[in-house]
């Protein structure tokens, strides 16, 4: 996990480097009325003034869709690159140059988990990011992730989550404040 969010380091090495992702513009902001008052003789303040950073930037060094396996490392970057299109079990297949019956066979044997179920899955980590680092409704967030419609997000979040993706945004929120 790295602290500066440079996308030239954090990109380039072996492994993506997750990172925080600092709160730049408060960080100015701040810094410049700080320096304003000082220059017109007001005093420093006694604490240092600590800004929260906006959240990380997940790579592939955090990632939970890491995977030891070469074809289903291919799998998951060709649904990662493609999770706004509506894409399914069969054009993982094409992507990889498989028979489907052959990569769901692959997929249950490697993780135990369905070729689907992990798009699923994907689409539904890919949203929870949305939903805590964006002000995106819930319906363009399901178009950004690959669902027909907001209602298919929900029922989904709801499976998954035990809450809807509006009420997620919201406790998270709660926590990071």
Known sequence: MGVDNDPLVCENIHIPLSSVRHD?????????????????????PNEPILIPPCGVETRASTDGFVAADPLIRSVITFFQGNLGRDIGVEDAAGAVALPIHQLKAHFRNMIGESVYATLIRLRLFQAKRLLTQSNHSVKEIASETGFCRAQHLNNAFKRAEHCTPSDYRERERQHAS
Request: hydrophobic content about 50%; cysteine-free.
């Open 24 to 44: 730049l513009f408060r960080i100015g902001h701040d810094g410049a009325a700080l320096l304003d008052r000082l220059m017109h003789g007001g005093k420093a």
